[in-house]
């Protein structure tokens, strides 16, 4: 099945760091990826759409500064969290999808830890 | 915002036998869909229902649809200890999922 590699999987740092989060499809190409954010032991709650070659979708309540998405390639988003605050610390998913009426695919998650 | 409610939120049952988890959502959709979810993995998909479909198999599972009530099962035969996961329904439209608040299925061995 479809691959998709999340990178890292886990980060520790201090407050005021901003961090990186790769989410790349490794067998197909995605021109669209969804970021999601998981608090403990609750649902996935989406962030944002992220397209190939343009601007990401922002959720409401999202802030586009905060979590700045780039998806320059059909095989590569990445999620940036901005002068990074404890309340940041989440859970975060990303996945690709391969359009209407098909499943998406999901990376591994990236545990966010600021301190 | 959260559509998919799942029911119950918990379930604990002994090696073989069935789980049968619930499902309900309140808008339109174009399909939904069954994830499971390991702790502190991402969520692997398990099978896709279209809102014109009223029932499917794949393995073990068997899902069901019901666009009359809002309403969705699945239903896991023969469980195994390795199916003790958190499974979440998910709502499609538009290319977009809507997830539920999962429910955590524990299989005793």
């Known amino acids: 099945g479809a691959v998709v590699s999340q990178h890292p999987s886990r980060v520790i740092c201090k407050s005021g760091t901003s961090v990186k989060i790769e989410c790349r499809s490794l067998d197909f190409q995605a021109t669209t990826m969804f970021w999601y954010r998981q608090f403990p032991k609750q649902s996935l709650m989406l962030m944002a759409t992220s397209n190939e070659g343009s601007k990401a979708t922002y959720e409401q309540g999202v802030e586009k500064d905060k979590f700045l998405i780039n998806h320059a390639s059909l095989t590569l988003s990445t999620l940036t969290v901005t002068s990074a605050h404890p309340e940041d610390s989440s859970f975060y998913i990303c996945?690709?999808?391969?359009?209407?009426?098909?499943?998406?695919?999901f990376g591994d998650g990236t545990r966010l830890s600021i301190l | 915002s959260q559509q998919g409610e799942e029911d119950p939120q918990a379930l604990s049952i002994q090696e073989g036998e069935n789980a049968t988890m619930n499902c309900s959502y309140k808008?339109?959709?174009?399909?939904l869909q069954w994830y499971r979810q390991n702790s502190g993995r991402g969520l692997v998909h398990l099978i896709l229902?279209?809102?014109?479909?009223r029932e499917k198999h794949s393995g073990r599972l068997r899902v069901t649809l019901d666009t009359s009530k809002k309403s969705s099962s699945l239903l896991i035969t023969a469980s195994r200890a390795a199916d003790t996961a958190s499974y979440f329904c998910?709502?499609?439209?538009?290319?977009?999922?809507?997830f539920g608040k999962g429910i955590t299925l524990s299989v005793r061995p």
């Open positions: 808008t339109s959709i174009n399909n």
């Open positions: 998910a709502t499609g439209a538009n290319s977009k999922l809507t």
């Open positions: 229902i279209r809102s014109n479909e």
């Open positions: 996945s690709a999808g391969a359009g209407v009426n098909q499943p998406q695919h």
